[in-house]
């Protein structure tokens, strides 16, 4: 089995320990320890402990921005392509929930260059709403529903699942099983999907 490069291992390193201990609360050190690596590797590959957020970040976002414009793009109706958005993104979220955590919850408010960072990716992701779910509402409904506020919505209803899911453990204890992932998704399209269309009931009637 072919060994990780020293690059692969201080990202999935820093992705597991960002997730658990938080951003301010990981040392380099402790990176180093876990990843087999010395300290000049993480200044070679990434420049420094923010660099490694900022990798992860861009890591992730490419992923899920490709899966956006894959699956909301083309000719089929919105719902069609809103329903398969949401499939695919919840699984990718899946599959990379420590990536989502810090991805989504690392944000140091005090941090211009991280904020900045995040936002650049974020501009990306509301271009794309906007072309493939706002301007095809606008146009059926006389109304606008800004890309700002829809992708927050919907991203933030995806990851719900996995943000709250040590606290949806403990609460759902031994009496009650899990909901599996295919369930969940119907229930995030079912949701997203109605609320649009009394969205759109509503803008249409105001």
């Given at each position: ?88 993104a919840v699984q990718f979220f899946e599959s990379e929930r420590d990536a989502l955590l810090v991805t989504i919850t690392e944000l140091p ?31 059926e409904t006389g109304k606008k529903i800004p890309a700002t506020c829809i992708g927050p919505m919907l991203t933030s209803l995806m990851a ?47």
């Amino acid at each position: 089995m072919k060994k990780s490069s020293s690059k692969e291992r201080i990202l999935h390193t820093a992705v597991y320990l960002f997730a658990r201990h938080g951003f301010a609360g990981t040392g380099l050190r402790e990176i180093t320890t876990k990843a087999e690596v010395n300290l000049a590797m993480i200044n070679y590959f990434f420049g420094s402990k923010k660099g490694l957020l900022k990798e992860i970040v861009n890591e992730f976002f490419s992923t899920y921005l490709r899966i956006a414009k894959k699956e909301l793009g083309g000719v089929n109706s919105l719902d069609t392509k809103i329903t398969r958005f949401i499939g695919s993104a919840v699984q990718f979220f899946e599959s990379e929930r420590d990536a989502l955590l810090v991805t989504i919850t690392e944000l140091p408010h005090d941090d211009p260059e991280i904020i900045e960072h995040k936002a650049s990716w974020a501009r990306q992701m509301a271009a794309i709403l906007e072309d493939e779910i706002c301007r095809p509402l606008e146009e059926e409904t006389g109304k606008k529903i800004p890309a700002t506020c829809i992708g927050p919505m919907l991203t933030s209803l995806m990851a719900s699942r996995f943000l709250f899911a040590p606290i949806a453990d403990q609460v759902r204890g031994n009496t009650e099983n899990p909901v599996s992932l295919d369930a969940y998704i119907e229930m995030i399209c079912t949701l997203f999907l109605q609320g649009l269309i009394t969205q759109e009931t509503l803008l249409t009637n105001s």
